[in-house]
Structures are given as structure tokens and as C-alpha cells.
């Protein structure tokens, strides 16, 4: 099988890569604001929201990182193998944030059914 070459300009590279890092950062800025606001929030809702806002914090800085690998990809078969690698890494971890997020609200709610002593 023959190995298709992405013929991709080494400045191209390089403002992509810098647009990344300048997306990063708005997003890490992002998120330290969302921290913050989610403190004043009570009860068990600032727990889910916390949990909630870590979660999708790690989804983006694995978004960041795919696309720091597809912009270093010199062949067509190496992109497509690092789209699937992050396609199915996604799946696997959507499952299991779910699974968290529901233990959590499943947690709040037979909290908040508890009789007040």
C-alpha cells in the first residue's frame, strides 16, 4: 500500500500550531473563571457542576492534544490513524463520564430525599 504524503507547508504547520496555543489558553483562562463561579453555587449542585466542569476540561485538553498530532502528520494514513485513535478514546471516555455524572446526580438526589433529623 502506498503512503500519501500531506504536502503541507512548514508555516502552515507553525500557525497552526500557535493558533492551538493561543486557543489553549483562552480556554484555560475559561475555565479558571468557571472554577471560581462555580464556588458560589450551593449544595450538591456545586459538586456536580465542579465534576461537570473537570470533565470537560479534560475533554478539551485532549482535543488540544489531537490536534497537536494531526498538525505534525507528514502522511495521509497517519492522520487517519490518529482520528480514529481519538474518535474511539472519546467514546470509551464519554461512556465513562456519564457514568460518573449520573452516580453523582443519583447521589444528590437520594441525599436531598433523606428525612431532616
Known amino acids: 500500500m ?3 504524503k500531506l504536502e503541507v507547508p512548514a508555516e ?3 500557525l497552526a500550531e500557535k493558533t492551538i496555543s493561543q486557543a489553549e489558553k ?8 468557571a472554577g ?3 464556588g458560589t453555587v ?7 457542576s465542579k465534576q461537570a466542569l473537570t470533565l470537560t476540561e479534560q475533554n478539551i485538553k485532549t482535543a488540544f492534544e489531537h490536534a497537536r498530532k494531526l ?3 507528514t502522511e495521509l494514513e497517519e492522520a487517519m490513524r490518529i482520528q480514529s485513535e481519538f474518535l474511539r478514546s472519546q467514546f470509551t471516555n464519554a ?9 453523582s446526580i443519583m ?3 437520594s441525599k436531598a430525599t433523606e428525612p431532616k433529623s
Open 26 to 33: 483562552a480556554f484555560e483562562m475559561f475555565f479558571d473563571a
Open 95 to 103: 461512556g465513562e463520564h456519564m457514568k460518573t455524572i449520573t452516580a
Open 42 to 48: 450551593p449544595g450538591p449542585a456545586a459538586d456536580i
Open 107 to 109: 447521589s444528590a438526589a
Open 12 to 14: 502552515l504547520r507553525d
Open 71 to 73: 498538525v505534525h502528520a
Open 36 to 38: 471560581k463561579s462555580i
Open 2 to 4: 502506498t503512503q500519501t
